[in-house]
């Protein structure tokens, strides 16, 4: 018998609840006690969001691992009551939809939807034809599992890409560049950056004034990664004096975005609502079942988090 | 010495008459005499827009044949004085292009984009997550260059897609169907339809009432074929009705789009003016360069059009 506490907020439950039943025995661990309130002596595994309240680890004696529900860990890799080992989540549709996402924005910067969806003014604008894919630079800022996938997509719709990671990669059909040097190159003259990097303290407002003066004029920025990762004084500045162009935001330092933030009014500005990566049920339910039948059978986990890099 | 006659509006050839004239030189015919104006009695290539004015070939005793500058031929390949092969626009940029605009328009609507861009009214909707690609049955209506060119991107995206015929096709990843009886199964549940059929009498209107009545409620057209493909009537009583959720339209019965056309106005379409297919100039001059050096060479053209069949 497993005990599995399941730590998020109320409407998750719901939502996860039979999924994850169904996944854990199809796991082989059918007998698995999955549910919202445990004996903390007896727990073993928690399935984690980090917005569910429970921050001491240290009450749970016999756990053995932390299965985060979100991508994100920077509000759990530094606490300091946990040290069994804490797991991401890497899902196959939290990936596919971070693509679409991606890919669907980039696209509608690089047509210019968004001028005929506001001009239907009866005006037939003959001529105006933006330049092919081929010929516009889109560079992104982060090659981990959802950075990459972008990246290959992009490439496949035969974008000019360039990738920037912190410790060298190699993504077929990308122009790779890592480290601090290689940041100043990706960043030159690109019309369309995407942030897809980690929350740490090496990454945090990456995207700064000089950071933006780097890109094309008139240049697009996408953040579906995390809201730090933006100075978002400097990027007000930058939208307010024309050489940005335009930010589609779907992650913010603070979420829900405050109605009086200046991003819910800037002409330039497209708010998401953090859906970009949102974690699908089934897909997610099945990466969680895995890591629980692992543990059980002396296996090492999947996506582990590396504590001291913070992800 | 090549005789080649550029008949086309005036600003076409402004585009044109320098990468025309390098392309040749390219093609091994550095001494092709290229020219608006030439006597009819020495011409042996035609490189023809239908809207060029053009509409008498029989004047040409020595045409070998006419190089459409466009993917459609239909206002020219019903022209009884044009008895020498007629080739098609088959242009690599032009294809890239309508793949870029299909694929943009797809995610755009996939995504539910418009919503965002409308409504950024500081209400944070968190929680609507659209469904994945995969999930989303978008169907292609036309398999010949464009159309399998669309329906494969789409398919890498993931899109549950489906294609359609006349005659059967067989494109990897995508459910092909054929014949009137397979429009029925192609369109049937569809959420976003595409046309990409050309302009023939066994086309026209196919896209009418009964059609509209089988795709999902809610559904999306696109349409960056051909005007005449859609019955208007139809799918603005299918718009008003809420049948059909939008459309994006890039090409019309009458072009420009007039002022005072209902598209212009209604809420739920995006008129865009006939962008999708634009031809791009290098690329195309280079398919016309190689088929003038294969008439001069007796090697078949490339891209004929099937008189009989219409396209």
Redesign the interface.
């Known amino acids: 018998m497993t005990n599995v506490l399941f730590a998020a907020r109320p409407?998750r439950w719901q939502s996860y609840e039979t999924p994850l039943r169904e996944a854990l025995a199809d796991a082989g661990l059918p007998d698995a006690v999955l549910s919202t309130e445990l004996d903390p002596e007896v727990v073993e595994y928690i399935v984690y969001a980090p917005n569910s309240g429970l921050t001491d680890f240290s009450v749970f004696p016999r756990l053995k691992a932390v299965l985060n529900l979100w991508a994100g860990v920077e509000d759990v890799v530094g606490n300091e009551t946990l040290t069994v080992p804490l797991a991401r989540m890497v899902d196959t549709?939290l990936e596919?939809?971070m693509?679409?996402?991606v890919?669907?924005?980039v696209?509608?910067h690089?047509?210019g939807?968004?001028a005929?969806?506001?001009g239907?003014?009866?005006?037939?604008?003959?001529?105006?034809?933006?330049p092919?894919?081929?010929d516009r630079v889109v560079t992104v800022l982060g090659l981990g599992e959802l950075g990459t996938a972008c990246a290959r997509?992009l490439a496949?719709?035969?974008f000019d890409v360039r990738g920037w990671s912190r410790r060298p990669k190699d993504v077929p059909g990308v122009e790779c560049h890592a480290g601090p040097d290689g940041l100043r190159d990706a960043l030159t003259g690109a019309e369309i950056v995407v942030l897809l990097l980690p929350d740490t303290p090496a990454t945090r407002n990456i995207l700064d004034a000089g950071a933006l003066r780097l890109l094309a004029p008139g240049a697009v920025v996408l953040n579906p990664g995390r809201g730090p990762l933006i100075d978002d004084d400097a990027l007000l500045a930058a939208l307010d004096e024309g050489h940005i162009g335009h930010a589609t935001l779907d992650t913010f330092r603070q979420?829900?975005?405050p109605?009086?933030?200046p991003f819910?009014?800037h002409p330039r500005?497209?708010?998401?609502?953090?859906?970009a990566s949102?974690t699908?049920v089934p897909t997610a339910s099945r990466v969680i079942a895995e890591n629980i039948r692992r543990g059980e059978a002396g296996e090492p986990f999947l996506h582990l988090v590396d504590r001291g890099a913070g992800y």
């Not at 239907?120 to 933006?130: C, E, H, I, S």
């Not at 500005?269 to 859906?275: K, L, N, Q």
């Open positions: 409407e549709g596919e939809g693509v679409e996402w890919t669907g924005h696209l509608r690089h047509l939807i968004d005929h969806i506001h239907q003014d009866a005006v037939w604008r003959a001529g105006v034809v933006p092919l894919a081929r997509a496949a719709l035969r979420e829900p975005l109605p009086d933030h819910w009014s500005v497209t708010v998401t609502p953090h859906i949102e699908r």
